[in-house]
């Protein structure tokens, strides 16, 4: 794989005020080309389809019935090469086994892993 690559993230969060601080936090770091958000299952894969991020950092709790965990497994079944964290207040055993099962590289709790996550976005690179 490409060294250095800049990164192409997708950021999937049911909060607005979430993304903004996601994406502030991010910005700074210089693996990263471009961002693009989401905040809807449906529109997470629109972007998915169109883009193919090379990161997508996503919610479990989702509007609408469907939650991140119906993201991560869209992607494994149709982009193998984008790498996804789990970000997420659902800290439980039960969510961080399956996530972790169905294929994300990471999960990470939203109260104590937001400082590290633009680093651990970059060492996906």
Request: aromatic fraction near 8%; hydrophobic fraction near 40%; charged fraction near 25%.
């Amino acid at each position: 794989m490409m060294q250095n690559k800049k990164l192409l993230v997708l950021v999937v969060d049911d909060s607005q005020l979430m993304i903004n601080k996601i994406k502030e936090l991010l910005e700074e770091s210089a693996g990263i080309q471009r961002i693009i958000t989401s905040s809807s299952y449906e529109e997470a894969i629109k972007l998915i389809d169109a883009e193919e991020p090379d990161v997508a950092l996503l919610d479990i709790n989702l509007p609408f019935f469907k939650s991140g965990i119906d993201i991560l497994r869209y992607i494994k079944q149709n982009f193998q090469k984008t790498k996804i964290i789990m970000f997420t207040n659902e800290v439980s055993e039960y969510h961080k086994d399956l996530c972790l099962k169905l294929g994300a590289s990471h999960f990470v709790d939203k109260s104590v892993g937001f400082d590290s996550l633009s680093q651990l976005v970059c060492s996906l690179n």
